[in-house]
């Protein structure tokens, strides 16, 4: 059987391999998606909902003693970390740590900045096209807190990002109320940041995308990433219904990207931070209007489609291990008392793995030992965010654009 000619494929059908598809179709390529399983249905199923429109800062390694003695100890909610894991991640863990001194952290904030800012421009006519304007809510997330010195933290994270350009309301208790007035435990006042927008089903967001991919002529394709390999002046990949050819491959493989890229001699400092999720009815008339951030105890409750959805913070473990919900289990009863969540709506917590790099950058751009490779991956928390604007730089780079930003600080041999 001969095999089917295209000028892209796109490996991984998560939402940063959507946006890649979608917006290297723009370019008027012919494209295929291809993964082994349904658009969505893993890392990018699970997540807070957020288009962070306002995360200019991205997460530093902390370096107050107290902090890191804590983690030491699995004591905090806000991660927690699988010993047997420890000797895997800690290379990453390092030049993670490495990379969050000040003046090493600036790198990182200067290169997240345009694809914060580009990030919901680049979703919302997207959004528009695949009629999925029903999911997604313009209202922000809340950053509430308890006590005076988790207050005075936020506020002055609040004035940092205000330097962006970003949308910050600083609100008292009584404000706080009068927006979500169910929240209590004690809290005392909230930052509402304004400007990102919310996804209520982020895997229904998946499916939109991808039926608009389909619409438009592409080939959404069920296949295996590890049958690539390198046919004269083409890349070739096998599927069920024949094999598939084109000049140009992307990379958007998420936490097995890592693992993949090895097998074309690219050793990568990333590591994994695991996510939970659960969803639960709410008492009563009870209503969560905003996304919020629990400050004092680090998760998030959402509104979703499938009722509200607490998250947690990270897990260092490996990428396959066991689920091990334990900071989900820790954090339910605190979360109970913030805002009044009644019976579970899933039969088991959601686990997902985010890929992480050591300087907190994805890795968008060409592949320097192969002709017609590109990596777009690496986005941590950050990858429903990031994924369309990431899609944009692909494709004006392999159309041989001016790209809209120097893509210099997310280049694959940058380690």
């Known amino acids: 059987m001969a095999a089917r000619d295209l000028d892209v494929m796109v490996l991984g059908a998560g939402i940063v391999g959507l946006g890649v598809a979608l917006k290297v179709q723009e370019k008027g390529k012919g494209v295929a998606l291809i993964d082994r399983v349904e658009a969505g249905s893993q890392t990018s199923f699970g997540n807070a909902g957020i288009i962070e429109r306002a995360s200019f800062l991205p997460y530093a390694f902390p370096r107050d003693l107290g902090e890191l003695i804590g983690y030491a100890f699995n004591a905090r909610t806000d991660a927690h970390y699988h010993l047997s894991a420890l000797f895997t991640v800690a290379p990453w863990l390092a030049r993670y740590w490495w990379n969050s001194e000040p003046e090493r952290y600036k790198r990182a904030i200067a290169g997240a900045r345009p694809l ?17 304007e ?30 962006f350009g970003v949308t ?5 208790r009584a404000a706080l109320a009068e927006r979500e007035p169910h929240l209590g435990d ?13 996804i209520s089903d982020p895997q229904g967001l998946s499916r939109a995308y991808r039926a608009l991919f389909e619409q438009r002529g592409g080939a959404h394709l069920h296949g295996d990433a590890n049958s690539l390999r390198r046919n004269g002046a083409f890349w070739m990949i096998d599927t069920p219904s024949g094999s598939v050819r084109a000049k ?10 890592q693992e993949f890229v090895k097998r074309f001699g690219y050793d990568l400092p990333m590591g994994v931070k695991r996510g939970y999720h659960m969803h639960y009815a709410t008492t009563g008339n009870a209503i969560l209007n905003y996304t919020v ?8 409750l959402a509104p979703m489609a499938n009722g509200v959805r607490l998250t947690t913070g990270a897990e260092f473990a490996h990428r396959d291990a066991k689920p091990t919900p334990v900071q989900l289990e820790k954090l339910e009863p605190k979360a109970r008392k913030f805002f009044p969540l009644a019976e579970r709506r899933d039969r088991e917590p959601w686990m997902g793995s985010r890929p992480c790099t050591g300087d907190m950058l994805p890795f968008i751009g060409k592949a320097p030992q192969h002709q017609g490779m590109w990596f777009a991956f690496g986005h941590a928390h950050h990858g429903l965010t990031m994924s369309a604007v990431t899609g944009r730089l692909i494709a004006e780079l392999i159309a041989g654009e001016e790209p809209f930003t120097d893509p210099t600080p997310y280049r694959v041999d940058r380690f």
């Open 248 to 257: 140009d491959v992307v990379i958007a493989l998420g936490p097995w990207a």
């Open 293 to 300: 951030y629990d400050a004092d105890n680090s998760y998030v």
């Open 116 to 132: 914060i800012e580009n990030c919901l421009s680049e979703h919302e006519p997207l959004i528009a096209a695949a009629g999925a």
């Open 134 to 163: 029903a999911l997604m809510r313009r209202t922000g997330w809340i950053k509430a807190w308890r006590s005076e010195a988790k207050g005075r933290a936020a506020v002055a994270d609040a004035e940092k990002l205000k330097t």
């Open 168 to 172: 910050a309301e600083f609100l008292d």
């Open 186 to 198: 004690g809290v005392i006042g909230a930052v509402h940041y304004k400007d990102p927008a919310n």
